[in-house]
């Protein structure tokens, strides 16, 4: 049976093998306000468009623009006037890796909740994980927090790992 170090240090190496083959594309700040959701998303779809297949581009739009939202709504980019969103977009062998940096919260941490029917929002991270071959955040008292999404690579590496989760053995 394997245990919980050698399955992190395993999911750790398919996360190095597969950043060595990213190539960056670009990054974007913008302002921690809603409007900023639609102009990620454009500068996105842009940037994407040469880069991968269409339907592969729609998907990390869409999971692209939850990450931001969430980042205004949950974080100090969207209660500070002068709060931030930073959005970062790589690609390499077919897959699309997608970050998105926001001020942190003081209050709250990323985190895939249940759903019902009766909710009208929090489906940003379960559309995340449901969608996206691997999918982390971890948390830095300088930067903030950064959520991260990879899509368009194999299920094998279908995961979701976290600062918390990689230091817990």
């Given at each position: ?20 083959e ?20 454009a ?6 468009a040469?880069e ?7 998907d ?14 949950h974080?100090?980019?969207g ?21 998105v940096?926001d ?14 029917e009766?909710?009208a ?21 300088e930067?903030?927090?950064?959520v ?5 690579g ?16």
């Amino acid at each position: 049976m394997i245990g919980r170090q050698e399955l992190h240090e395993a999911r750790f190496r398919d996360q190095v093998a597969i950043a060595r083959e990213l190539r960056l594309l670009g990054w974007i700040q913008l302002p921690g306000r809603a409007a900023s959701v639609g102009d990620a998303r454009a500068w996105a779809r842009r940037l994407l468009a040469a880069e991968v297949a269409e339907e592969l581009a729609d998907d990390a739009v869409l999971l692209l623009s939850e990450l931001i939202t969430n980042s205004i709504v949950h974080s100090d980019s969207g209660r500070n006037p002068d709060g931030l969103v930073t959005v970062v977009l790589a690609t390499g062998g077919g897959i699309a890796h997608c970050e998105v940096i926001d001020d942190g919260s003081a209050t709250s941490v990323p985190v895939v909740r249940d759903l019902s029917e009766e909710d009208a929002g929090g489906r940003g991270l379960w559309m995340v994980n449901a969608m996206a071959d691997a999918w982390g955040f971890h948390h830095d008292d300088e930067v903030g927090n950064v959520v991260w999404f990879r899509i368009g690579g194999s299920p094998a590496t279908a995961h979701a790992v976290s600062s918390v989760d990689a230091t817990t053995s």
